[in-house]
C-alpha cells in the first residue's frame, strides 16, 4: 500500500496548488472582462469562476501549525513566475487567450494534479484527493468546452499560426521559470 503525503508535503504542494488556482482565476476573469466575443467571454468566466471555488477549498486545506509554516505558504514555487504570469496576462487577443488558457495553464494544473493524485493515499490524504477529484472534473469539463470553441474559431491557417505563436510563448515562458508547478514527483 502506498503510504501517501507526509505533512510537509501536503503543505507545499496545497500551497502552490492554491497560490496558482487564484492566481489563474484572476487572470482569466480578466481575460474574459476583456473578451471580444461572448461566448469566449463565458468560456473565459466560467473557467474563472470554477478555479475560484477550488481556490476556497485548497484554502481550506491549508494547515494552520506552527510546525509547517515554513511549508504551508500560498505563494509561487519560484520568484519569477509572478512577473511571468503576468507577461502571460499581456498577451493580446481573444482567440490566441483561450488557447493559452485552456492549452497551458489549464493543461498544465491539470498535470500537477494528476501527479499529487497519484503520489497520495487515499487512507491518509482523503481530503486532498476529493479537492483534487473535483477540480480535476471541473478541469477536463472546461477544457473540453473550450477545445470546442476553438475548433470552431480557429478555422484559416493565419488564424492557426497566430494562436499556436501565442501558445509556444506562454509555454516558453513558464519553461524559463521551471513552470506554472513544480514538474514531477511531490
Not at 474563472?48 to 505563494?75: C, I, K, N, Q
Amino acid at each position: 500500500m502506498h503510504q501517501g503525503l507526509t505533512a510537509a508535503q501536503t503543505a507545499r504542494v496545497v500551497g502552490e496548488l492554491h497560490w496558482t488556482v487564484s492566481r489563474l482565476f484572476e487572470v482569466l476573469g480578466l481575460w474574459a472582462a476583456e473578451a471580444d466575443r461572448p461566448d469566449i467571454a463565458v468560456s473565459m468566466a466560467t473557467s474563472s469562476r470554477h478555479l475560484g471555488w477550488h481556490a476556497g477549498d485548497l484554502e481550506e486545506l491549508l494547515p494552520d501549525s506552527v510546525l509547517l509554516e515554513g511549508e504551508s505558504r500560498s505563494e509561487p514555487h519560484a520568484a519569477e513566475l509572478d512577473p511571468t504570469i503576468d507577461a502571460i496576462r499581456a498577451i493580446p487577443g481573444s482567440v490566441e487567450r483561450l488557447a493559452v488558457a485552456h492549452r497551458v495553464l489549464l493543461a498544465r494544473v491539470a498535470a500537477r494534479c494528476v501527479a499529487i493524485e497519484r503520489a497520495s493515499a487515499g487512507h491518509a490524504d482523503a481530503a486532498l484527493t476529493r479537492v483534487l477529484a473535483f477540480l480535476l472534473a471541473d478541469l477536463r469539463r472546461d477544457r473540453d468546452d473550450g477545445e470546442a470553441l476553438l475548433g470552431r474559431l480557429v478555422t484559416d491557417v493565419a488564424t492557426v499560426e497566430r494562436v499556436n505563436g501565442r501558445v509556444l510563448e506562454a509555454e516558453r515562458r513558464l519553461v524559463e521559470v521551471g513552470g506554472l508547478l513544480p514538474v514531477g514527483g511531490v
